[in-house]
C-alpha cells in the first residue's frame, strides 16, 4: 500500500500547530487547577454579610495577544445576572467615600478614606508554594502526555 500526500510542508505545519494549541490548552487546564487553593483561601477570607461575595468567587480563564491568563475574583454568569457582588474591587482595594461631591469642593477633600480589606493579595501569598507546586505537576504531566502522543504520531 503506497500513501501519497501532497503539500507535505503545510500538512506537517498544521499538524505541528495542533500541537501548540494542545500545549496552550494544557497550560489554561493547570492554571485552572492550580487557581482552587487560592480561590479556596479567598472564599474563607472575604468579608461576610450576605455571604454572596465569598459564594461567587472563582478562577476566570481568559487568552489575550497568545498569553493565557486565570483571574480570581468574582465570577458573573450572565451579562444580566443581577446578583453580580460588583462590590469585589472596593472590598479589595478599599475607595474614598465622597457622595456626590464636585471635582475641588471641601467635602471632596474631608472624604472619609475607607481602606482594603486585601482578601484576594493574602489569599494568593498564603497559597503561592501549593499553587506552585500544583501547576508544575500538571504541566509536566501534559507535556509528558503531549510528548508522547507526538512521537506515537512521527511528528517529534
Excluded at 12 to 26: H, I, N
Excluded at 40 to 51: E, F, I, L, V
Excluded at 73 to 82: E, M, N, P, T, V
Excluded at 83 to 100: H, I, K, L, M, N
Amino acid at each position: 500500500m503506497i500513501v501519497e500526500v501532497k503539500n507535505l510542508k503545510t500538512e506537517m505545519y498544521k499538524l505541528r500547530s495542533r500541537f501548540v494549541k494542545l500545549e496552550q490548552v494544557a497550560i489554561g487546564e493547570a492554571l485552572m487547577e492550580a487557581s482552587q487553593p487560592i480561590v479556596q483561601a479567598a472564599q474563607a477570607k472575604a468579608p461576610r454579610r450576605t455571604g454572596r461575595l465569598a459564594g461567587r468567587l472563582g478562577p476566570t480563564l481568559s487568552k489575550q495577544r497568545g498569553r493565557i491568563n486565570v483571574a480570581v475574583g468574582a465570577i458573573r454568569l450572565s451579562r444580566s445576572d443581577k446578583g453580580f457582588p460588583y462590590w469585589d474591587r472596593f472590598q479589595e482595594r478599599g475607595f474614598t467615600a465622597v457622595g456626590r461631591a464636585k471635582k475641588n469642593s471641601p467635602a471632596r477633600q474631608s472624604a472619609k478614606k475607607i481602606p482594603g480589606k486585601h482578601y484576594l493579595e493574602q489569599a494568593g501569598r498564603d497559597s503561592f508554594d501549593q499553587t506552585s507546586r500544583i501547576f508544575a505537576d500538571r504541566i509536566f504531566k501534559s507535556f509528558a502526555e503531549i510528548q508522547a502522543a507526538g512521537e506515537a504520531a512521527g511528528i517529534v
